[in-house]
């Protein structure tokens, strides 16, 4: 009967088996637990292991000059190097945060024109003016963000959910739907 010992051995084994991956599931279901000074950290892994990497940090001084103009420009800024002043469907940037989200800022385009800045004649004789019968409108992106939430088990750690918000990250120029 050494058929059945191997039979009996393999079957042991596979139970041992599952026995551990049952272990080290019920054991995963708590890593997500962090303590308040772990939380950025944890955050972090969690969205590069997903591959959304950033680094948590915006410099919000850069964004601040760069949204100051709240109202569509009479002229675009052809010289500018930054193409939300050159656009002729012109945005500027503002941070949006939520407590309690991770990244709790994030970088948000507003478009500046309900139409879009039509140039009309060459260099210097040009005329620009806002033409309705076009439509600035955002481009949106997916981008994933963690919720905080407290641990089930433990009241004094906390865990993330994950979530995906639409993010508008510059305006384009689109033709006026007619009906």
Not at 25 to 47: N, P, R, V, Y
Not at 126 to 139: F, K, L, R
Not at 158 to 169: G, N, Q
Request: charged share 20%.
């Amino acid at each position: 009967m050494p058929g059945l010992f191997k039979i009996m051995q393999t079957l042991l084994l596979l139970g041992i088996f599952i026995a551990k991956l049952t272990w080290a599931s019920e054991a995963h279901k708590h890593k997500g637990c962090f303590s308040a000074e772990e939380l950025e950290d944890g955050a972090l892994k969690i969205l590069r292991r997903n591959r959304y990497l950033t680094d948590g940090h915006i410099d919000e001084t850069q964004y601040h000059k760069l949204g100051t103009k709240k109202t569509c420009p009479a002229v675009l800024h052809s010289q500018s190097v930054d193409y939300n002043n050159r656009s002729v469907s012109p945005w500027r940037y503002s941070i949006n945060i939520t407590e309690g989200r991770f990244p709790e800022k994030i970088v948000v385009a507003e478009c500046l024109c309900k139409g879009c800045i039509i140039v009309k004649g060459p260099g210097h004789h040009s005329a620009e003016y806002e033409d309705y019968g076009y439509n600035s409108v955002p481009i949106v992106q997916s981008q994933m963000v963690l919720i905080k939430t407290v641990c089930p088990n433990n009241p004094e750690k906390y865990s993330f959910t994950s979530d995906f918000v639409k993010v508008p990250i510059a305006c384009t120029c689109v033709k006026a739907r007619t009906y």
